[in-house]
């Protein structure tokens, strides 16, 4: 599990169409972690959570790649 539990605020919430279960990679290094499978059977859904960012930090990495995007800069790019 990411992060420390006994620091865990709250939690967001995600779900993702099975059909696009490519991106999990992707998901898992943005801190989400698939949790649970359901739906309907040929259209099942994946539950996906990780730990609320504060608000604080939200907003600012919200800003932070729109200004990069504005820029037509790439947000994930690394900083070194």
Do not use: F
């Amino acid at each position: 599990m990411m992060g420390n539990p006994e620091r865990v605020t709250g939690w967001e919430y995600l779900t993702v169409p099975e059909t696009e279960r490519q991106c999990l990679q992707q998901l898992g290094a943005e801190g989400w972690e698939l949790v649970a499978i359901g739906g309907d059977p040929g259209e099942h859904v994946l539950y996906l959570k990780r730990p609320a960012q504060s608000l604080s930090a939200r907003v600012t990495t919200e800003q932070r790649n729109r200004y990069y995007v504005s820029r037509g800069l790439d947000p994930e790019r690394d900083s070194t």
